[in-house]
């Protein structure tokens, strides 16, 4: 009988530790000093409004001050607790004192009702008060027909609304009111507390279990009681630790984190990619695993950039061993860790949006350790124009050599149109890089073949879209204007891209976006290189790119590549350009894809290759 009585009996311990007094109340010490004093000097208003962020003690507040006004000993800054009207407020049953619900009793109709009971007087103590919570949520009607009563109500009348967002609370109530702001309560303040309430409940858990509750709370004390409340079902027959509560909360270990970090700074995709696979089979969520990830980062660069132990575990999370094990670590440099949160902050943007995160946080990692540094077959882009498009009626010159681009389909009525599409698009192109035996190789070349009629080479659209995509230095971007962009032209110095309604148009001016393919163009056209965007019709012609970009390449797969070019150009370099020498250059592409999917895939989770092999390496938003 006993037994079952103790379990009826049960409250939750933000309800039994409610503060039923102003000396209780936590990290409040303004708000509680000015209403004490508001009660000594017997200046009392006729309404005040109470805001700050959620657990932070404003309905307590309102309760105590309510109970210090009404208490048979008072007004009094210290109620009995024992007479009626205590009791009353504490049960939230009396009749003087109202709290009433605003998220439910929005409307001007139950403003018209709380009106009506204004009029009454209060039945046991010398005030009626009302209290209303998340007064916010009151529509615009409701506020404007309590607006005369809450400046001129009955003498003993008095208002105490509270709410988390005072923006939304309309300035002429505001106006009427005496504001309080309660401020996020500190951890040190939060540890305290939970060490006096575990002592006295026999909860055994350690020091940094309570400080990494009080540290992931957003200062609120209510949402550390109710975790010490769940963690105590935890703690009845071991004690609790900092590793218990951080599983509890869904938040990964820093060991998880130390380790996936080492591997990302040794530059190990597949152990590192290994750890991602892992963590996601745990059921965290990619948000919530790139959350905890530049939390820990954010922690690692204080870290390492603090000789301190005392100064970073009040700025972190970090026990004095986690301190020691970075501060061990050579490879935990501040510089490398900003570079890591700044490509993880890149992909956070695109995890929150995607349709499928998962893809797009193992791809964060990648990025990460390295691999979007590397160049796709292609050397980096030069400062100095690669290609310098021309106007189609400008004098060639005889010290350069023309090329001509044609659209890829080389069929027998383009054939026919080959030297209108050599004049739209004309590009003139200077070698980065020469060799001075290349250089006089050149010049006999060309004292020899002065009256010889000058050779043209053609080169593609999509040649010249595909090393600029190569060029982007945003994976997210890359992939977004491979995956969803068409090329429509590409004329002097712009290009059109066209797409298929104004969202994706809209995507694609986005800055993360933007900016990087602008870089690349410039990179490659020049300065003066252009992009526009187009809605894409069914008038509209599209140059056919067929791309396939990948991620990253293999070096040495880079470079068995090359050599293979090599050779295949020493044969190519006195034959005029022809449809044969194009379709050859093409098989070239194409082997060097084949050899970049099968070895790309090897770092892949199973649930990233599924979503590459399904979209041919292009991901479509």
Not at 27 to 42: V, Y
Not at 361 to 368: K, N, R, V
Not at 413 to 432: G, H, L, S
Request: charge should be negative; proline fraction near 4%; charged fraction near 30%.
């Amino acid at each position: 009988m006993q037994e079952n009585e103790n379990k009826s009996s049960y409250l939750p311990l933000f309800r039994k530790y409610r503060p039923q007094s102003f000396k209780d109340v936590i990290g409040q010490e303004f708000t509680t000093r000015a209403l004490c004093n508001a009660i000594k000097l017997n200046k009392i208003a006729n309404a005040y409004l109470f805001c700050g962020p959620r657990g932070t003690g404003k309905t307590s507040c309102a309760r105590i001050f309510a109970k210090s006004l009404n208490c048979i000993e008072g007004p009094t800054v210290e109620p009995c607790q024992k007479c009626q009207s205590c009791l009353d407020v504490t049960n939230a049953s009396g009749l003087d004192v109202i709290e009433i619900d605003a998220a439910t009793n929005r409307g001007i109709d139950d403003a018209k009702e709380l009106i009506s009971k204004v009029q009454y007087a209060p039945m046991n103590g010398k005030y009626k008060i009302f209290i209303i919570d998340e007064v916010h949520m009151l529509s615009k009607e409701a506020f404007n027909a309590l607006l005369k009563t809450f400046e001129e109500p009955p003498k003993n009348v008095i208002f105490i609304l509270a709410t988390t967002e005072p923006h939304k609370v309309i300035e002429t109530i505001v106006s009427r009111c005496q504001r309080f702001d309660f401020k996020r309560i500190t951890t040190e303040d939060i540890t305290k507390r939970l060490r006096e309430i575990s002592d006295k409940e026999g909860i055994k858990i350690t020091d940094d279990a309570l400080y990494t509750i009080a540290k992931n709370v957003s200062g609120g004390m209510r949402d550390s009681l109710a975790l010490l409340d769940q963690s105590s079902i935890l703690g009845f027959e071991k004690e609790i630790t900092k590793e218990t509560i951080e599983t509890l909360m869904g938040k990964l270990t820093f060991d998880v984190l130390f380790d996936l970090c080492n591997s990302i700074l040794n530059k190990d995709t597949k152990e590192a990619t290994k750890k991602v696979r892992e963590i996601f089979e745990k059921g965290i969520e990619p948000r919530n695993f790139i959350e905890n990830f530049i939390e820990f980062l954010r922690n690692a660069i204080l870290t390492s950039n603090s000789d301190s132990t005392d100064e970073i575990q009040n700025l972190t999370l970090f026990t004095k061993e986690n301190i020691s094990q970075i501060k061990s670590n050579d490879k935990f440099i501040k510089a490398e860790l900003i570079n890591i949160l700044d490509t993880l902050i890149e992909f956070y943007k695109e995890v929150k949006s995607s349709t499928n995160p998962y893809l797009w946080a193992e791809l964060g990692i990648i990025s990460a350790t390295g691999l979007k540094k590397e160049t796709y077959g292609i050397e980096p882009p030069n400062k100095t124009a690669k290609y310098n498009i021309e106007s189609p009626n400008k004098t060639v010159s005889q010290k350069k050599e023309t090329y001509n681009i044609e659209p890829p389909n080389k069929t027998a009525k383009i054939k026919e149109d080959e030297n209108k599409n050599q004049e739209a698009f004309r590009i003139d192109t200077k070698p980065v890089i020469e060799d001075i035996e290349d250089k006089k190789e050149d010049k006999n070349i060309n004292n020899e073949n002065l009256s010889k009629p000058e050779q043209k080479e053609t080169i593609s659209p999509s040649k010249v879209w595909a090393e600029i995509l190569n060029g982007v230095d945003s994976i997210p971007a890359k992939f977004f204007y491979s995956g969803v962009g068409k090329l429509v032209s590409i004329e002097n110095t712009k290009i059109t891209l066209g797409f298929v309604n104004e969202n994706a148009i809209t995507q694609a001016k986005s800055e993360n976006k933007y900016n990087p393919l602008l870089r690349a163009i410039k990179n490659v056209l020049g300065e003066n290189g252009t992009i526009d965007f187009i809605t894409v019709t069914k008038d509209t012609k599209i140059i056919d790119t067929k791309l396939n970009v990948s991620i990253a390449k293999p070096q040495k797969n880079i470079e068995s590549y090359r050599d293979k070019k090599e050779k295949n150009s020493i044969k190519e370099d006195k034959l005029p350009p022809s449809s044969d020498n194009l379709q050859a250059e093409d098989t070239i592409d194409k082997d060097e894809d084949n050899i970049s999917d099968e070895n790309d895939k090897e770092i892949y989770t199973e649930e990233t290759k599924n979503m590459l092999e399904t979209y041919s390496g292009r991901i479509i938003e």
